[in-house]
């Protein structure tokens, strides 16, 4: 996670055991600051802090940087380093500081932006800059680092303010770490969702249909379709029923649930003929508390009733803010909304649970931390202390009952409750948001949602909002890069290829086809004219788990030689074996 | 179906055979039209043609026409009858029709529409009326009638001009013929998908999600999905293979397509944010088009290529227009683009065709004929003669390959090319229009979508486009009026209920249903207090397929006591003989 400096470069903190390395990598954000000064004497500074990798520089350039001068940056760095020259502190008054960057207008931004009469300043070789402290003590000392790339940012931020530069450098004590990272880099490019999807033809997104908004091909469609099956299979073990509500209702719904004031941001553009305005859902819990509704009065013995639905929401995210599957505009939530007594939450709080363990274990998802997200200060909120109070002690208890280590982070919560939030990690130790839970207390209060308890008397039901794998085009981004595009064979969208040696042996793979067909594979037979070993490479290069080479040797004995996408070759084995040998793997999700 | 006679009387033709019908209802027309006249002595009179049931008759009324009216019109009607009065035609100059009917504003009109210096007329006891002729000799001849029921109809047809109220009779040759037609009626009523809907808790209609955008409950969405999933199943064993384009595209695609000139009446309003101008999708194939494109370019050896969604359509039907599941706004098309060379048309057709047999089948809709639906003179059609005629003769050439019988209507065309439409008949004999196969030559040439053929060159292929039940929320309609609400097993969305005898048998039913539930079988226990008749009856109001009663006996053989929905006993079963049965029961679809 790349920490966002021009807006929280000062809050930074670091425990006391990574103070080493947050001081070799604000060490070397002035060096990198001196090269520039050096290469480009009209550059103007900004702000350089360390980040989690390493460091930034923003810089007002004279003339665009490219690629190309990143080398003579870093060489210049490196010379610095190699000087081994010392870091010196010093604090002066705000007058002479203005004096000393009378050339340098963000510092003097920066200085009057400062409380208290004095700042600090840091000194190295050719360059004083202005600085809040904690430097190794000679420039020997900044441990292994490379310059990596080049972005835009804006001053402070905001958009209405100049354009800077940014130079990222990565940084780390040893340069086994730094070779580390940059081998998870590129194991992070190679397995780029945007990238693979294309290459493996699985989705697409494109001008005519609109920003955010991906169409899937026949093999993402399959996969999507494996998704969504496992999670609908495992929800209904679980005891969750499916509804179907569309995808658009009326506003003035949106106006009583609330979602018109604290989401109106979010939503598509109205659909208005005169008086009859409609909208793209954004969320599905009004449509669900309707058909609640609908369906009559509930008596106390009903409930707890747990609507879920595979709907694509529609969110009008900012252009600037989408891209690949990751952030779309059009997003399938396996949503679900369970309506629930007080004395129900902790129940139906360790069902959520288990039912979201148990499927993100299937796709290897393993490691994950749990985030309270609360009512901020600030941010769209209903007003209703009384509730978000209850709600909160209700969602604490539930995580403390089921023994779940979380922390709480305020401002993070849906306006209508607070949420535990699932950050789970990928194959590479990435953290992806994707399950929650939520307690409501206050939209059902809101559409008149009520059941008759025990006493006789209507009551409102407490709403659990939940999600498993959060969304499938969301969902199917992260596992293309957790899985490199290497789909286990229950997911793959081909299962197998059949190949032919010659044109001879084309009835024969046709038969092992219809075979692997009835058994309920997905298979495909490569008749092209090209040779094995480019069939073989292509296979592998679509990431199939099973290449099944048929010559006459094969054809004769009824069976194939298997080969997998590791390269692994298994020889040949029966349709029978090799059927056998599929479903096993199937069933247990391997 | 009810011909529209306001606008299409003067176009209603009959086959010889039918002629006698046709004079019995159109004199029983103006056997009513005298009724009317002597009631309300200020009624002014439109129009009364024969229809498919009987007649009808348009009036102007001073007052407010109730179903109370109606025995005093048909016993006046039944006085005329019994008299035996003689039907006299005769024809006269325009100049002296417009005197004989100065004070009947309708008739005056009708005068100057008609061409020709004459026009007929028709006198029969009291009342002369304007006629084209084809009376019975004498009122004694009209057959059996009754009078059904009252409602509003514009004049023409036209809601600018006045609204009339339009009297409905049902006339059949013979009393039995006529009793056949009411217990129809009664029959049809007591199916009402609206009705049956709401009383088995399957969807609803409300005014918070919008008109002609229904809900689906737990249990509708059972069926819904049970319905998609088999057309699915057999949409993948027939080579089609599944795409998933979502909801919405930008709107220049349609103005592309032609969707926005041929089919913009019947889009939702756009959503409009400044330049960025979003349409809901009232058609998928624009989509599929874009789809094909991003995939590549495609050779001819790839084609053809079957793009099927289960996508949700939405189409601004007037708010007149809607009602139930059968006119919606949201449906959810099972949908297919076959893209394809010219010489493939004739063998897709024929695997669209088999596709279409086997699963109309499996609903038990063996009975159907085809509707060519064509070009017409005017509505909104591409203009492009050479692609119509291509699309028409390759359509008829597929049908007639497959010995397809059909009869031709013009009018009736998709904007983009020639239809196949499928008119399938339900258990009451009425019919329906479900399945379709389209050809189209243009909108592919619009869209630029192109295959390299064997020569090198660029072509633009064929779209077929196909739907199998039409769309889930209309096929639903159909099949819940078709079955009565009673599904058959394999859609049931509760298959069984389990009834305990007594509260001490609950655990034994808890049993039974985890039995069931592992068996891959949907059932639900009844632990309400009510007595065990009470619970059978329930079970059988909601249509439940089997009802298993357990008690100590049970309990103790492990066995259920199973009767059925039609009330027939089974008697005691064992858990794996009753398990093997519904299984059976499930996979022949019986």
């Known amino acids: 996670m790349v920490v966002d400096a021009a807006l929280t470069a000062d809050e930074f903190s670091v425990g006391p055991e990574e103070d080493r390395l947050y001081r070799m990598r604000h060490s070397a954000a002035h060096i990198l600051a001196q090269a520039m000064a050096e290469l480009m004497p009209e550059a103007k500074l900004a702000i350089g802090p360390p980040i989690e990798t390493g460091f930034y520089y923003d810089f007002l350039l004279p003339r665009p940087l490219t690629p190309d001068d990143l080398p003579a940056l870093e060489a210049r760095m490196r010379e610095v380093v190699a000087a081994d020259v010392p870091f010196a502190?010093?604090?002066?008054?705000?007058?002479?500081?203005?004096?000393?960057?009378?050339?340098?207008?963000?510092?003097?931004?920066?200085?009057?932006?400062?409380?208290?009469?004095?700042?600090?300043?840091?000194?190295?070789?050719?360059?004083?800059?202005?600085?809040?402290?904690?430097?190794?003590?000679?420039?020997?000392?900044?441990?292994?680092?490379?310059?990596?790339?080049?972005?835009?940012?804006?001053?402070r931020g905001d958009e209405h303010r100049p354009q800077l530069t940014r130079v990222y450098g990565a940084l780390f004590a040893t340069p086994e770490e730094l070779a580390a990272y940059e081998h998870h880099l590129e194991e992070a490019r190679a397995r780029d969702h945007r990238r693979l999807g294309r290459e493996l033809g699985l989705f697409y997104l494109t001008d005519e249909i609109g920003p955010g908004l991906p169409i899937f091909s026949p093999k993402g469609e399959m996969v999507r379709h494996l998704m969504e099956t496992f999670v609908r299979d495992t929800q209904t073990k679980y005891g969750f029923q499916h509804v179907w509500t569309g995808h658009l209702v009326r506003e003035a719904l949106y106006r009583k649930s609330g979602h018109y004031d604290n989401y109106g941001d979010v939503m598509f553009p109205a659909m208005v003929d005169g008086d009859n305005v409609f909208r793209l859902k954004p969320m599905n819990c009004p449509s669900h508390m309707t058909l609640y509704k609908e369906m009559g009065v509930r008596s106390y013995r009903e409930l707890p009733l747990r609507f879920s639905e595979f709907a694509t929401l529609y969110r009008y995210e900012a252009s600037g803010a989408i891209g690949g599957l990751t952030r779309v505009r059009s997003l399938t939530q396996d949503d679900c909304h369970v309506f629930c007594t007080p004395e129900q939450i902790e129940s139906e709080f360790t069902r959520c649970l288990e039912l979201i363990r148990e499927v993100l274990t299937a796709y290897g998802l393993t490691e994950y931390r749990v985030q309270l997200s609360l009512k901020g200060e600030e941010g769209k909120f209903v007003d209703d202390p009384w509730k978000w109070e209850t709600a909160t002690q209700a969602l604490r208890s539930a995580l403390n009952a089921n023994g779940v280590a979380y922390e709480s982070v305020a401002g993070e919560a849906a306006f209508y409750g607070p949420k535990a939030d699932f950050m789970a990690k990928d194959?590479?130790?990435?953290?992806?948001?994707?399950?929650?839970?939520?307690?409501?207390?206050?939209?059902?209060?809101?559409?008149?949602?009520?059941?008759?308890?025990?006493?006789?008397?209507?009551?409102?039901?407490?709403?659990?909002?939940?999600?498993?794998?959060?969304s499938t085009e969301r969902f199917l981004g992260v596992l293309i890069e957790h899985y490199g595009g290497a789909f286990p064979l229950w997911l793959a969208p081909v299962q197998a290829i059949v190949i032919p040696i010659a044109d001879r042996h084309n009835n024969y793979a046709e038969q092992v086809l219809r075979r692997?067909?009835?058994?309920?594979?997905?298979?495909?037979?490569?008749?092209?004219?090209?040779?094995?070993?480019?069939?073989?490479?292509?296979?592998?290069?679509q990431k199939v788990p099973y290449m099944l080479v048929v010559g006459d040797r094969e054809a004769e004995a009824e069976a194939v030689a298997v080969r997998l996408r590791s390269n692994e070759n298994l020889g040949a084995m029966s349709l029978a074996e090799l059927v056998a040998r599929m479903h096993d793997e199937v069933a247990r999700r391997a």
């Not at 002066?92 to 340098?104: C, H, I, M, S, T």
């Not at 409501?440 to 498993?468: K, S």
């Not at 594979?521 to 094995?532: I, K, P, W």
Request: with cysteine; net charge negative.
């Open 427 to 470: 194959a590479l130790g990435r953290e992806w948001q994707l399950s929650t839970i939520q307690i409501d207390f206050i939209q059902p209060a809101r559409l008149g949602v009520e059941y008759i308890g025990e006493d006789g008397h209507a009551h409102t039901p407490v709403l659990i909002h939940r999600a498993v794998t959060g």
């Open 516 to 541: 692997l067909n009835e058994a309920g594979l997905r298979a495909e037979v490569d008749q092209r004219t090209e040779r094995m070993n480019a069939k073989i490479r292509d296979a592998q290069l």
């Open 89 to 155: 502190e010093s604090r002066v008054p705000k007058d002479e500081a203005r004096r000393l960057f009378a050339d340098q207008p963000f510092k003097l931004e920066l200085i009057d932006s400062f409380d208290g009469e004095e700042v600090g300043l840091c000194r190295h070789d050719a360059l004083l800059d202005l600085c809040r402290g904690r430097h190794v003590e000679r420039s020997g000392e900044v441990g292994a680092f490379k310059l990596m790339n080049i972005a835009g940012a804006y001053w």
